[in-house]
């Protein structure tokens, strides 16, 4: 009889305790706070049902930003961390910016709604040749769109205006290379650009495309997300010379105050699971 009593005590004060040791446990892995004076900037590209590359679901997404709304990470804007990384303004806790390369309609169509669920904000390079002349297979963002989303909070800056793709390099075009970091082959003088050929043209496309920035939605900052974060100091300095104060990169890592370089972790990929992403965001976060 004594055993029974105990075992009927044992089980009473399990069903007591694993509701609070599970509450702990869920507390514990959402506990905010582990990096104060950095921030994280994350690199989405194109969201469709079908992955891809740099295409992920619009499931993947939502996942990503819930998790960041659970886990104490504070989404700032683009220029709020720019006040940081010129100024060394103050920013919250485990900041995060998420950005968007290459401008396509997907993020209006899908992103958005998800951002404002969460009223989290985002910025976007666009390649300003695609949205004025819309020949590309994948349809992006109009200059329309992009004035009513800068008017909810998003904002838009340069991914070049026509300098976004690969060029052949030599005469047999086995060695190409991306337009922005090298002079190319020109078909029509059979030879590769001159030095003052390939600054001129990279020169012209900074001017061109801050020009359009500023018809278009009235940009004050200026900043620019290298075309496959491939740059030199050349096209560094061309873009410095069109009033760019700001460089986002590819190059992975956790962004402190005084430099003009950016630092990016590739969250858009269909290899990052919701296990993965926390990792990738607590990895860099220390």
């Keep these: 009889m004594r055993m029974k009593v105990i075992a009927a005590l044992l089980v009473i004060a399990l069903a007591i305790t694993w509701p609070v040791s599970q509450y702990h446990l869920n507390a514990a892995s959402n506990k905010p706070g582990h990096y104060k004076n950095k921030v994280i900037v994350l690199m989405y590209h ?11 679901s619009p499931s993947r997404f939502g996942t990503h930003m819930k998790l960041l709304k659970e886990n104490g990470y504070n989404v700032i804007s683009v220029d ?4 940081f990384m010129e100024h060394k303004a103050k920013v919250p806790d485990n900041a995060v910016v998420i950005t968007f390369d290459d401008g396509y309609e ?27 002349n819309q020949n590309v297979h994948t349809k992006h963002l109009t200059w329309d769109t992009m004035r009513k989303l800068k008017a ?13 793709g690969y060029a052949p390099l030599d005469k047999r075009g086995k060695k190409t290379g991306p337009k922005l970091s090298n002079p190319i082959y020109l078909p029509d003088k059979g030879r590769v650009e001159t030095k003052k050929e390939y600054l001129t043209r990279v020169g012209n496309d ?3 495309m801050e020009k359009r920035l500023k018809e278009e939605l009235n940009n004050t900052n200026q900043m620019i ?13 061309l873009e410095k010379n069109a009033g760019v104060t700001l460089f986002f990169t590819t190059r992975p890592g956790i962004n402190r105050p005084g430099s003009d370089e950016v630092m990016r972790l590739n969250a858009g990929t269909p290899t990052l699971t919701a296990d993965k992403f926390l990792s990738m965001m607590k990895k860099y976060g220390r």
Excluded: C, R, W
């Excluded at 169509?109 to 949205?131: C, E, M, R």
């Excluded at 997300?225 to 300095?237: E, I, M, R, T």
């Design 46 to 56: 194109h969201i469709d049902e079908k992955e891809s590359g740099a295409t992920i």
């Design 80 to 83: 709020q961390f720019a006040q």
């Design 106 to 132: 997907s993020f209006d169509q899908y992103a958005v709604p998800i951002l404002n669920k969460y009223d989290f904000v985002a910025t976007h390079f666009v390649i300003g040749s695609s949205s004025d």
């Design 152 to 164: 909810e909070g998003y904002s838009f800056y340069s991914h070049t205006y026509d300098q976004h």
């Design 206 to 208: 900074a001017q061109f």
């Design 225 to 237: 997300a290298f075309p496959f974060g491939a740059f030199n100091s050349s096209a560094k300095q």
